[in-house]
């Protein structure tokens, strides 16, 4: 019997379990990969939220864990026929695999008891104890706790056995690696907008000896990827070293309406499988870290004031889902101002990206 259970290793559940460790909580993280594992991200610990808690809980990032260019100056919006325009804003660049590992040991240090291999296939509860089915090997066994964290990511099994009934949309975004770099600056992280429209569109960044092409619309803009980039020195014969993937839960309509509330009882969701990321950037790390927290500090007040933690966890939750309902609102300011031309669009495209940096500032 443990007192919590965290099921996913990604920053939602390594801080989640480590602030629960430290307040002298029994607790186990499960995590279905061999750590260190890879996450499909540009890997940018974007505004403060993601800054401040990472300083506060695990310290500086050192070095090590990041990858050249180290610190990215800001974001680049290509909107053609416009000139590009630049958001300044110093963000640490990281492989995820290296940021995550390093998160993790450091739960780890904290006391967190850490099972990798290890698959969750079912959540439950009843009369105050929750109940996990997880597989590690071929063998499927049965634990039980007084709490459970769900922070396993935009396909959460947390999430579909606890709301049984949810329909979610998912967006599919795509990862491609290239060896090389292209004739852009490094330091950026550049958002290109092909179709005159705020999507689809697609990313680039440069980490390391590679650049990385991503988004949901990569797929779809092959022709203009390659006709856009050809300008920049790719080689549009040139294969990618390796792709990927992941799923994004569509979820801010059902948040900011009510129609879904990410906990029940003991059992609270976190992170992306929350579906907390940020509309209009979809950044997710500095969102996943607040719930994480927020989380930890419901199961301690459960625990002392012998309430359910859920209504501790979705009243703390408001200020994430207040970000977010005034972030999703750009979405038709930006479908609107896409109408009047594209100055206006690249216009408005810097004011909404910029706002979602300032948001998590407020936060
Ligand atoms: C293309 C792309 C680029 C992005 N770029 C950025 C960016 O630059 N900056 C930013 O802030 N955000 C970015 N995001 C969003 C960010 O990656 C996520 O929001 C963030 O990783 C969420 O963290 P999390 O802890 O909630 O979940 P995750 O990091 O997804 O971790 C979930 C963990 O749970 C584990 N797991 C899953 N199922 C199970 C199971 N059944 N049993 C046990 N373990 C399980 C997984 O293996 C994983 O380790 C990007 C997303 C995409 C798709």
Redesign the pocket.
């Known amino acids: 019997m443990f007192d919590v259970i965290v099921?996913?290793?990604?920053?939602?559940?390594?801080v989640a379990a480590k602030k629960c460790a430290q307040g002298g909580l029994r607790t186990l993280l499960?995590?279905?990969?061999k750590l260190p594992?890879d996450?499909?991200?540009?890997?940018?610990?974007?505004?403060p939220w993601?800054n401040d808690i990472i300083q506060q809980e695990f310290g500086s990032i050192p070095l090590e864990i990041l990858v050249d260019p180290y610190q990215l100056s800001g974001h680049m919006m290509h909107v053609p026929g416009t000139q590009s325009q630049r958001i300044m804003c110093k963000t640490p660049l990281a492989w995820?695999k290296d940021l995550?590992f390093w998160m993790i040991q450091m739960a780890q240090e904290d006391g967190v008891e850490i099972w990798e291999g290890?698959?969750?296939?079912g959540v439950n509860q009843k009369a105050g104890a929750c109940t996990i089915t997880?597989m590690q090997g071929k063998t499927p066994q049965e634990l039980k706790s007084r709490f459970v964290i769900g922070?396993?990511?935009?396909?959460?099994?947390?999430r579909k056995s606890l709301f049984p009934l949810l329909k979610v949309q998912y967006s599919v975004?795509?990862?491609e690696c290239y060896d090389g770099a292209l004739d852009l600056e490094k330091d950026f992280?550049h958002w290109f907008f092909p179709k005159c429209r705020s999507r689809p569109r697609f990313?680039l960044n440069h980490k390391g000896d590679c650049f990385l092409i991503?988004?949901s619309g990569i797929k779809e803009l092959r022709n203009e990827i390659n006709q856009i980039l050809v300008k920049y020195g790719f080689n549009t014969k040139s294969k990618a070293i390796w792709k990927d993937g992941?799923l994004?839960p569509r979820l801010h309509e059902a948040l900011i309406t009510g129609s879904f509330s990410p906990a029940k009882g003991n059992i609270l969701l976190?992170?992306?499988?929350?579906g907390?990321?940020f509309p209009i950037?979809?950044?997710?790390?500095?969102?996943?870290l607040k719930?994480?927290i927020l989380a930890a500090d419901s199961v301690a007040r459960s625990v002392k004031e012998g309430s359910e933690a859920a209504g501790i966890y979705l009243q703390e939750l408001k200020s994430i889902l207040q970000a977010i309902r005034s972030l999703h609102s750009w979405n038709k300011k930006l479908e609107q101002e896409a109408t009047k031309g594209v100055a206006a669009l690249s216009k408005a495209l810097k004011a909404a990206y910029g706002e979602t940096l300032k948001v998590a500032n407020r936060g």
């Open positions: 099921v996913g290793g990604g920053p939602g559940g390594s499960l995590e279905r990969k594992r996450k499909v991200c540009s890997g940018m610990v974007m505004g993601a995820r995550d290890a698959k969750v296939i997880m922070a396993d990511g935009g396909a959460s099994v947390v975004p795509l990862r992280f990313g991503e988004g992941c994004i976190i992170g992306d499988a929350a907390l990321l950037t979809f950044e997710g790390i500095g969102t996943a719930s994480g």
